[in-house]
């Protein structure tokens, strides 16, 4: 089977599982990977074999750049103390901790048992905030895992690099310059993020065309990701000729260049690139974290065939004691993290009250592994500095796998029904501000009319009908707010939302007439393909406006 045709089995693998995933109502991460280890076993399959040197230029930029785009700056500021102490310290202590565990019981050397330890302390989110979102929680808990899961790959990244590089022998390991290194490579990283996301919001005012703006997107993850990482070495190394392997992270790079273009473009880019770029992103988003999971299952089996000089119990209870170790000390770790600060500074405590012990209990539950730990684990080399094989590589990737699979698969399965347990729901954070946005910006659309009526160009009926709508907008949504419990929920709301259900209804009714009547007139013969999709593209915009 030819490459291409792997390619296009993956993808349809991917479509079919996560179909099946949302039908049963499991995370597709999930199920991605327990299929991917079913495909690994079928016979006559190919196996999939994976460069490592394009694992992280790959599957990272875009990944990181799009969930940082995503991100609200302002809920990930508000807790960076509670992020930097979980996508920090608690991945230093993971790694030093699954390291002694993998020494220890799994027989790794300190170096090896490092690498590993930093491969697999970061988090995936993807799944922790999928049910996150799906059951309705705390809209801090879901701020709280996307920010460590974004800031935590740069740590663990970092953490094992210098690891990979002292257990392949190309350097010697000090605490000194570990610690320089990782000032810099976080300092560095998000300096070029920064940079390249300014750069590219000038790109985005000289770029008129909206293909072109999408395109440039999609290119700004990797240069801020391959700048980072290459960059010094070719200042430091290649062009002043000075000793050692300085590097920046990537990740970082990729991270800041993603907060900083979402949120300085909109201003920059037009309402049809955002239109088209959502689309193209979260296909790719998507296609990217299926692949990338499935592609942790079908890893197996070549992992196996490296392991021979060990037991099945052996194999087994050294994967249990590192997934309980990766499990216990998150556990161990959060709880304190959050608690202590407070406790310790009483401004601190009136300024940000100690959280509910319910939303500890889900953020400790939810550290998942994934795509991360996986394209590390990966892009591990094959030799050391002295030709020999790099030590415990296979045992390593089965040691990740096993992590990923466990905690994948059973802190995965069983979060929803500890939320449920635990009773937490929706504090509708969100949504309110979504509808103060809306009447906000609906005042401002009836100030702007009051302003231009004078102008000769604004006929009278039309500013009536404009001034009509935009003042119906605004009572609906404070129709929200009126209700007792502060949530609309009075005869005015439910008036208002009854009228407005019944306004998309009809809205919906006359826009499918309108496009059954464009298929008939395009079979009858009395109109083009191309006039068929440029009216039924003014049909979709106006049904995509209608508000859920």
């Known amino acids: ?75 990930f500021r508000a807790n960076a103390r509670t992020i930097g102490l979980l996508a920090v310290g608690l991945v230093l202590i993971t790694t030093v901790a699954v390291a002694v565990v993998a020494h220890m019981v799994a027989g ?81 990283g998000t300096l070029v993020g920064v940079g390249v996301g300014w750069l590219t919001i000038q790109a985005f005012r000289a770029l008129g065309d909206v293909q072109v703006q999408v395109v440039a997107s999609l290119l700004v993850p990797f240069l801020a990701y391959i700048l ?8 430091w190394h290649d062009l002043f000729g000075f000793p050692g392997e300085p590097f920046f992270s990537g ?73 309980f170790a990766v499990v216990l000390v998150r556990v161990l770790w959060v709880f304190p993290a959050i608690y202590l600060p407070r406790f310790l500074s009483c401004r601190l405590c009136e300024r940000d009250p100690s959280p509910s012990w319910r939303n500890v209990v889900v953020i400790a539950w939810a550290g998942m592994r994934g795509v991360i730990s996986l394209a590390a684990a990966l892009a591990l ?71 231009l009526e004078p102008e000769v160009w604004v006929r009278g009926d039309t500013a009536e009908r404009v001034r009509g709508l935009y003042s119906y907008r605004r009572s609906r949504f404070l129709a929200r707010t009126w209700g007792p419990d502060g949530t609309g929920e009075d005869e005015v709301g439910r008036a208002i939302e009854a009228r407005s259900r019944d306004y998309q209804r009809l809205v919906r009714e006359l826009v499918q007439a309108q496009r059954v009547a464009l298929i008939r007139l395009r079979n009858d013969n009395h109109i083009s393909d191309a006039a068929l999709r440029s009216v039924e593209r003014d049909l979709d915009l106006k049904e995509a406006q209608l508000e859920r």
Request: hydrophobic letters at 55%; zero cysteines; proline letters at 6%.
């Open 1 to 75: 089977m030819s490459e291409i045709a792997i390619v296009f089995a993956l993808m349809a693998a991917v479509a079919a599982l996560a179909t099946i995933a949302n039908r049963i109502g499991i995370p597709y991460p999930i199920l991605l990977v327990l299929g991917g280890l079913g495909l690994a076993f079928i016979p006559g399959l190919p196996r999939v074999a994976l460069d490592p040197d394009i694992i992280f230029l790959l599957f990272l930029p875009p990944l990181l750049f799009g969930a940082a785009y995503a991100a609200s700056w302002r809920d």
């Open 108 to 188: 790794l050397s300190w170096a090896a048992a490092f690498v590993l330890g930093a491969v697999v302390s970061p988090t995936d989110a993807i799944s922790a905030t999928t049910i996150a979102q799906r059951l309705g929680v705390p809209r801090r808990i879901v701020t709280v895992l996307e920010g460590e899961s974004l800031v935590n790959d740069a740590t663990g990244i970092v953490a094992y690099r210098i690891a990979a590089a002292v257990a392949a022998g190309t350097v010697v390991f000090s605490p000194l310059d570990a610690s320089v290194q990782l000032v810099l490579g976080a300092v560095g």
């Open 228 to 235: 980072a990482e290459k960059g010094p070495h070719i200042l």
């Open 251 to 323: 990740v970082l790079a990729a991270v800041a260049a993603g907060f900083y273009v979402g949120r300085n473009s909109h201003l920059v880019v037009s309402g049809s690139t955002r239109i088209v770029g959502s689309a193209v992103w979260d296909v790719l988003i998507f296609l990217l974290n299926g692949l990338a999971f499935i592609l942790i299952g079908l890893q197996l089996p070549e992992i196996a065939a490296g392991l021979a000089n060990y037991t099945l119990t052996e194999l087994a209870l050294s994967a249990a004691l590192v997934s």
């Open 381 to 451: 080399p094959l030799t050391a500095s002295d030709g020999g094989p790099f030590p415990g590589r296979d045992l390593i990737l089965f040691l990740t796998f096993s992590v990923i699979l466990i905690t994948l698969v059973i802190q995965g399965l069983s979060l929803p029904p500890i939320i449920r347990m635990l009773g937490l729901e929706d504090d509708g954070l969100v949504d309110r501000e979504e509808v103060r946005a809306r009447i906000e910006a609906a005042e401002a659309a009836l100030t702007r009319l009051g302003e």
